[in-house]
T-cell receptor, first 114, second 113 residues
């Protein structure tokens, strides 16, 4: 199984809503990532979890709150978002054991904030 | 931090011709250089990667070269096909327990049948 699965595929939310994005992998990877991708731009790193601990927060606003309940799951909790937060949110995972190995991306959640 | 520049931003080639995309990086500590292909509305997918202890790597019609001294690396696609049309991102990262991958700005490749 070389899949990273993200749900939902599409999400429309109001600025006062609270929602969560979910990501799951069963490849035994110990590093998991959230990226944000705007149209015609490269993915931008938001958070990195290594062995279920938050290792990198790229100065992301607190309205985005990551969570790693276990080694297979990664969540991104959303609250009070702004229309400019509309983007494709990509989850990725990699082996994360001191080697540079391939990062596998999920299909992404296309988020629209209205 | 790392900065990756990528050129050109758009590239149109005739089917069967070759395409070359070039990237430069700034951090000499970077030692892993993946290339991703992203079709419209889909996820980035790794097409080839190279590590800093290797100067060139080839996989069928795709090859990547790395010049550590000059801090640049290139993607070469030969015998291009319409299905090669996509956005290509180069990236650079530093080894560790996880990858902090910095992406280039992307190249939109159009292969004209």
């Amino acid at each position: 199984d070389t899949e990273v699965t993200q749900t939902p595929k599409h999400l429309v939310m109001g600025m006062t809503n609270k929602k969560s994005l979910k990501c799951e992998q069963h490849m035994g990877h110990r590093a998991m990532y959230w990226y944000k991708q705007k149209a015609k731009k490269p993915p931008e790193l938001m958070f990195v979890y290594s062995y279920e601990k938050l290792s990198i927060n790229e100065s992301v606003p607190s309205r985005f709150s990551p969570e790693c309940p276990n080694s297979s799951l990664l969540n991104l909790h959303l609250h009070a978002l702004q229309p400019e937060d509309s983007a494709l949110y990509l989850c990725a995972s990699s082996q994360g054991q001191g080697k540079n190995t391939e990062a596998f991306f999920g299909q992404g959640t296309r988020l629209t904030v209205v | 931090g790392e900065n990756v520049e990528q050129h050109p931003s758009t590239l149109s080639v005739q089917e069967g011709d070759s395409a070359v995309i070039k990237c430069t990086y700034s951090d000499s500590a970077s030692n892993y250089f993946p290339w991703y292909k992203q079709e419209l509305g889909k996820r980035p997918q790794l097409i080839i990667d190279i590590r800093s202890n290797v100067g060139e790597k080839k996989d069928q019609r795709i090859a990547v070269t790395l010049n550590k001294t000059a801090k640049h690396f290139s993607l070469h696609i030969t015998e291009t096909q319409p299905e090669d049309s996509a956005v290509y991102f180069c990236a650079a990262s530093y080894s560790g327990g996880y990858q902090k991958v910095t992406f280039g700005t992307g190249t939109k490749l159009q292969v004209i049948p």
